[in-house]
């Protein structure tokens, strides 16, 4: 979740899914920041440890540095990214409606196999959390990751589509951040 302030988010009347099942079940990294601006390089130096040299939101880009996803599969691991709104497995698209490449950082790298880049509806249903890989990533349309939409439709979504993962992760030695 994204562009609100901590104020306008933990403690909020808005968001109660996340105060009351999130972060009263969970720990909150109150000393967390951005590193810069706008969203896409910070997403870039949370997967791959760099920003690329990548000072905006634009796309596309492509690279073939180190990065979480390729590490992984390199050490025998599994990884995907599901994002909401991509158009199709493997999509390189910039946008398509409220999906946006720019928060879904694997897509830029050519060592991330396009195959782990997958659609919301691809996440797996409660009967099926087992298979997920070691690593996922899940990544919310602008509207429902508070970019372009309010807490509490941001708060929804989370609830609809997480909860379900997010309770069966704690007795699965599994963890959700």
């Known amino acids: 979740e994204e562009n609100h302030s901590y104020s306008e988010v933990i ?19 109150s000393q967390s920041f951005a ?8 997403y870039l130096d ?7 040299g990548v000072t905006d939101d634009s796309c596309p880009h492509t690279f073939s540095t180190a990065n979480e996803g390729a590490q992984l599969i390199a050490a025998g691991d599994t990884f ?23 928060h879904s950082p694997w897509v830029n790298f050519s060592n991330v196999p ?20 070691t690593v ?12 372009d939409g309010t807490v ?3 708060d929804t979504w989370l609830h609809t589509n997480l909860d379900a993962y997010a309770q069966w992760a704690k007795t699965h030695n599994s963890e959700l951040i």
């Open 11 to 29: 403690g909020s009347s808005s968001a109660p899914y996340i105060n009351n099942t999130l972060v009263a079940g969970g720990a909150v990294f």
């Open 35 to 42: 590193i810069e601006h706008p969203s896409e390089p910070n």
């Open 46 to 52: 949370l997967f791959s440890g760099s920003n690329q």
């Open 80 to 102: 995907a990214g599901y994002s909401e709104g991509l158009p199709s497995v493997g999509s390189t698209a910039c946008t398509s409606g409220a999906y946006a490449r720019k």
């Open 114 to 133: 396009s195959a782990d880049n997958l659609p919301f509806s691809s996440f797996p249903s409660s009967a099926n959390y087992a298979s997920l890989p």
């Open 136 to 147: 996922s990533w899940v990544i919310p349309n602008l509207n429902d990751d508070m970019h």
């Open 152 to 154: 509490a439709q941001g």
